[in-house]
């Protein structure tokens, strides 16, 4: 989910969607699709010690190898058809379709809600584009989950505070689901869509974590 006009994330994406637009990343990553965490200055040594604790998914469900081949095949082929904007681009047209009250999560929410206007708005593509960077990153990064946990819980701490609440990634979830169900076709079996759903569990957990973290310190 990706929302408002934040400052630099040290994300630099995660997951999953997201709902309010974060800064643009470097040209050359954004061009490569992908985005990479920047460590905080001084703190390189604590920072060591907080991701060896915070690496390590607790709470989340098992997700297999097999699973973890499926999505990142799946995606694939969905990336095969579309770039990473045009996906995102029926991510949210999807999502503002079917959830149109999330609309005022963003920093678009003076848009008209019509299909052809979203489509053609700069700050919508951006935002598109954006969240499916966040996506791209959290499918390739499946191997060594454990590497993004740190980026999942500040994005889900930054989404907070844009008034992102729990029952938000209930429609997020199910916008992303029939995405990839268009744009697989066939493909989209059974067995990846329980994957990606087991994918998506686990990273709104995390997201989910971290925001809780974040309102337990306020």
Known sequence: MGCGNSKSTRVENAPFPVIKQTKPVAAEQEKEGKISEQPESGTESSG?????????????????????????????IVKGSLDLQQIGIEFYVRLFT?????????????????????????????????????VDLAVTSLNDLGSVVPALKDLGARHSMY??????????GAALLSTL???LGENFTSEAREAWTTVYGVVSDTMK???KEIRDVQ
């Open 209 to 211: 974590e971290g925001a």
């Open 98 to 134: 079917d959830s149109p009250e999330l609309l005022q999560l963003f920093s678009f929410r003076d848009i008209e809600l019509s299909e052809d206007v979203l489509r053609s708005d700069a700050r919508f593509k951006k935002q598109s584009l954006v969240t499916m960077q966040h």
């Open 181 to 183: 169900e268009k744009g």
């Open 163 to 172: 008034k992102v609440e729990e029952h938000h990634y209930g429609p997020v």
């Open 48 to 76: 060591k010690d907080k991701q060896t604790t915070d690496s390590k998914p607790e709470k989340h469900g098992p997700l297999t190898p097999k699973q973890i081949l499926i999505v990142q095949n799946t995606w694939g």
